[in-house]
Nanobody
Framework: QVQLVESGGGLVQPGGSLRLSCAASGTIFSINTMAWYRQAPGKERELVAR???????NYADSVKGRFTISRDNAKNAVYLQMNILQPEDTAVYYC??????????????WGQGTQVTVSS
């Protein structure tokens, strides 16, 4: 079983910055992809950014140039640096990871979510 724990959300004014962190723990053999999703009230969950084990990165068009995803493989962690935040970035942000456990079972795990609110 693999658990993800996020931290770093909060309230920030428009134009401000936040850094989200997510750490995976459990019987992990390898993590293929780590990603951040978000879900705003009344909207579907959407991909924000993802990074695979080779370092390939994808961003949603709405965050390109403002958000930066990175990962620390030694710590099984992924980060999301969010700059120039706008009210439309307000959402619950979820960490996602999938890979293999030590028992060679596939896992696809989600964190509990962290609230990001951008408001003056």
């Amino acid at each position: 079983q693999v658990q993800l724990v996020e931290s770093g959300g909060g309230l920030v004014q428009p134009g401000g910055s936040l850094r989200l962190s997510c750490a995976a723990s459990g019987t992990i053999f390898s993590i293929n992809t780590m990603a951040w999703y978000r879900q705003a009230p009344g909207k579907e969950r959407e991909l924000v950014a993802r990074i695979n084990s080779g370092g390939d990165i994808n961003y949603a068009d709405s965050v390109k140039g403002r958000f930066t995803i990175s990962r620390d493989n030694a710590k099984n962690a992924v980060y999301l640096q969010m700059n120039i935040l706008q009210p439309e970035d307000t959402a619950v942000y979820y960490c996602n990871a999938y890979g293999r456990t030590r028992g060679w079972n596939a896992f696809d795990s989600w964190g509990q979510g962290t609230q990001v609110t951008v408001s003056s």
